[in-house]
Nanobody, 115 residues
Framework: QVQLVESGGGLVQAGGSLRLSCAAS????????MGWYRQAPGKQRELVAR???????NYVDSVKGRFTISRDNAKNTVYLQMNNLKPEDTAVYFC?????????WGQGTQVTVSS
């Protein structure tokens, strides 16, 4: 099993930045892929960014050039650096891990961007 704990959400003005952190309960070397998803009110959860064990990353088009996913293997933590935030980025952000055929989720952290 993998426990995930997110932190770093909050309220920020448009154009501002936030960094989300996701601490995993096991070494992330052993985790196939980790990602950040978000869910806005009344909308489906969507993949924002993903990083696989080899280090490759991918992003949803709406955040390319603004968000960066990275990991610190020594801290078993994955980050999402979010720059130039927009009101449409407002959502609950969830950390996700794919491990041995199962998906694991954190509890989510709220990001609110005011215009």
């Amino acid at each position: 099993q993998v426990q995930l704990v997110e932190s770093g959400g909050g309220l920020v003005q448009a154009g501002g930045s936030l960094r989300l952190s996701c601490a995993a309960s096991r070494t992330i070397f052993s985790i196939n892929a980790m990602g950040w998803y978000r869910q806005a009110p009344g909308k489906q959860r969507e993949l924002v960014a993903r990083i696989i064990s080899g280090g490759s990353t991918n992003y949803v088009d709406s955040v390319k050039g603004r968000f960066t996913i990275s990991r610190d293997n020594a801290k078993n933590t994955v980050y999402l650096q979010m720059n130039n935030l927009k009101p449409e980025d407002t959502a609950v952000y969830f950390c996700q891990a794919s491990y041995r055929g199962f998906d694991y989720w954190g509890q989510g952290t709220q990001v609110t961007v005011s215009s």
